[in-house]
């Protein structure tokens, strides 16, 4: 099973970035996938997920309103358009696979990708 998130890269603050995750080697509908971020000195934080099958969203408060996740049934992929970015977004972003409903926790999730860096400048 293989999470690869990708997309990652500098951008000034105001600045869009669009990170994806490709998802192989199992199938995927029952799953809800999930994504990350870590910044340094900080906890790891849930920023949004997606239920695979229906496509239902749930966002965190900090990125609702700029953040919008996405997926496409047929590539196997999860997106997160990244909108009016700050520098406090700047983090190491993972996406990640949960076995049922969801979380906001870490921890409950099967599957990681490898993280994709994240940096706005001010």
């Known amino acids: 099973v293989q999470l690869q998130a990708y997309g990652g890269g500098l951008v000034q603050a105001g600045g869009s970035l669009r990170l994806s995750c490709a998802a192989s080697?199992?199938?995927?509908?029952?799953?809800?996938m999930g994504w990350f971020r870590h910044a340094p000195g900080k906890e790891r934080e849930f920023v949004a997920g997606?239920?695979?099958?229906?496509?239902?969203?749930h966002y965190a408060d900090s990125v609702k309103g700029r953040f919008t996740i996405s997926r496409d049934n047929a590539k196997n992929t999860v997106f997160l358009q990244m909108d009016s970015l700050k520098p406090e977004d700047t983090a190491l972003y993972y996406c990640?696979?949960?076995?049922?409903?969801?979380?906001?926790?870490?921890?409950?999730?099967?599957?990681w990708g490898q993280g994709t860096q994240v940096t706005v400048s001010s």
């Open positions: 990640a696979a949960h076995p049922s409903g969801g979380s906001y926790y870490w921890g409950s999730y099967d599957y």
């Open positions: 080697g199992r199938t995927f509908s029952s799953y809800y």
């Open positions: 997606i239920t695979w099958s229906d496509g239902t969203a």
